[in-house]
């Protein structure tokens, strides 16, 4: 398996937030590659805190924004990600960084990272 920086985690967190993935699409993904999961809650959290991403859950019909707090919480162990009812989004904050920040990390990289279906291998 292939090792991640912490830019190139930030990045694939960022991707699924875009994509509004499901949390336990956060342990999918991350299975591919090599990285512990205290790195992927470390840079999750690092960007909730930041006011990159959130999270939102779904009750019945209605759509619930968590708050940061309870996004961080939620995020706090690896346990927590696996759900399906709760979405990673980006907030307007995140949005406006995922059209123009380059998140440390070269064009060719993002596309390796992107379409990469077996973590390298």
Do not use: P
């Not at 939102?56 to 708050?67: A, M, P, T």
């Not at 707090?69 to 907030?91: A, K």
Request: proline share 0%; hydrophobic share 40%; glycine share 6%.
């Amino acid at each position: 398996m292939e090792d991640l920086t912490k830019h190139e985690i930030q990045y694939l967190i960022a991707l699924s937030a875009s994509e509004e993935a499901m949390l336990i699409e956060i342990i999918w993904e991350f299975k591919k590659w090599a990285c512990e999961q205290e790195e992927v809650l470390e840079n999750l959290s690092g960007l909730i805190k930041d006011n990159t991403i959130l999270i939102y859950k779904h009750e019945g019909k209605e759509v619930l924004d968590l708050s940061r707090e309870q996004s961080l919480n939620l995020v706090s162990e690896w346990i927590g990600l696996e759900r399906r009812d709760h979405m990673l989004y980006l907030t307007d904050e995140g949005e406006k960084r995922w059209e123009v920040d380059d998140w440390g990390i070269t064009t060719k990289r993002v596309r390796h990272l992107m379409f990469s279906n077996s973590g390298g291998n």
